[in-house]
């Protein structure tokens, strides 16, 4: 029992890591979908019209996502007794916002299988020879496609900061074009938590596109190349082998500098890693 215990450690070890970096992932894409998808924002005008009576001095629009903008309609005074005007903003930017949250929650619902499976299933997930490979190019595709939808939000939202400018909206307000008629702006809406989504974005790409190094190594693509350049495969050897090797990952990932290692357990290791890849 003590052999299959110092087995388990280095495993464990290497299994703790892989799931807390997939873990951090999880919460960055819950903050990206969050901030975008819980956004709402308001901007207040004034008409002033030269009959006072007809005037309305704080008109509020709320807005948010999916930002639909061409469905968003406030009343503003005609100046013209009481008679009233729905105007409509301009704009949909419904699919850039979509894509981006779509995006976020696929990364996110992936992000926590993966912690699942490398967390109580790494056993199998190295048997099985494809897995690694598929988790490989998931990441790359996922890594694009958070680089692409970051893009086109950052976009999309600096439309949709313009098209709710309250300076912008008053020149929808057909009672703003008569000279006589005094618009304003009371306040324009606010954007930190919606820019915080952007920012979000960008860096979800830098942890997947980081992320891609890791998945990689189990590939064993990165091991093969690291035999043919006369290394050994070390992070396999730590693993798998049977020889009580009790250091942690972290020491095995040190190993990779010190060409001094005992030879003799990279060549059992070597074999016994190549087998499980085939
Ligand atoms: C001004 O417009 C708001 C809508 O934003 C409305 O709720 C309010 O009743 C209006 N005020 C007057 C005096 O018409």
């Known amino acids: 029992t003590a052999h299959i215990h110092q087995d388990a450690r280095p495993q464990k070890n290497s299994c703790d890591f892989s799931g807390l970096s997939f873990v951090i992932l999880q919460l960055f894409a819950i903050f990206a979908f969050a901030t975008c998808g819980g956004y709402t924002g308001q901007l207040r005008v004034s008409v002033d019209c030269m009959e006072k009576a007809s005037s309305n001095l704080s008109i509020g629009i709320d807005f948010g996502y999916p930002f639909r903008l061409h469905q968003v309609s406030f009343e503003a005074p005609a100046c013209e007794a009481t008679r009233r005007e729905r105007v409509f903003l301009i704009g949909d930017y419904s699919s850039s916002a979509e894509f981006f949250v779509t995006i976020a ?30 988790d490989f190019t998931v990441t790359v595709v996922f890594s694009f496609m958070w680089l692409v939808s970051s893009s086109a939000w950052a976009k999309a939202l600096s439309d949709v900061k313009l098209a709710t400018d309250p300076d912008e909206v008053q020149l929808l307000i057909p009672a703003c074009k ?17 820019n915080t989504s952007v920012a979000f974005g960008f860096l979800n790409f830098v942890l997947w596109a980081g ?47 010190s060409q001094g290692q005992p030879s003799e357990y990279s060549e059992v290791g070597g074999p016994t890693s190549y087998s499980n890849q085939m």
């Open 105 to 134: 929650v696929f990364a996110f619902l992936y992000s926590l299988v993966a912690t699942v499976v490398y967390v109580f299933f790494l056993n199998k997930y190295r048997e099985i020879s494809r897995a690694p490979l598929i």
């Open 178 to 194: 008569i000279q006589t008629n005094k618009c304003g702006s009371v306040h324009g809406a606010r954007w930190s938590g919606v």
């Open 211 to 257: 992320n891609i190094w890791f998945v990689f190594k189990e590939t064993g693509w990165h091991k093969g190349a690291s035999r043919l350049a006369g290394g050994a495969s070390e992070k396999q050897a730590g693993t798998f082998n049977q020889q009580p090797y009790n250091q942690g990952s972290f020491e095995q990932s040190g190993s990779y500098s």
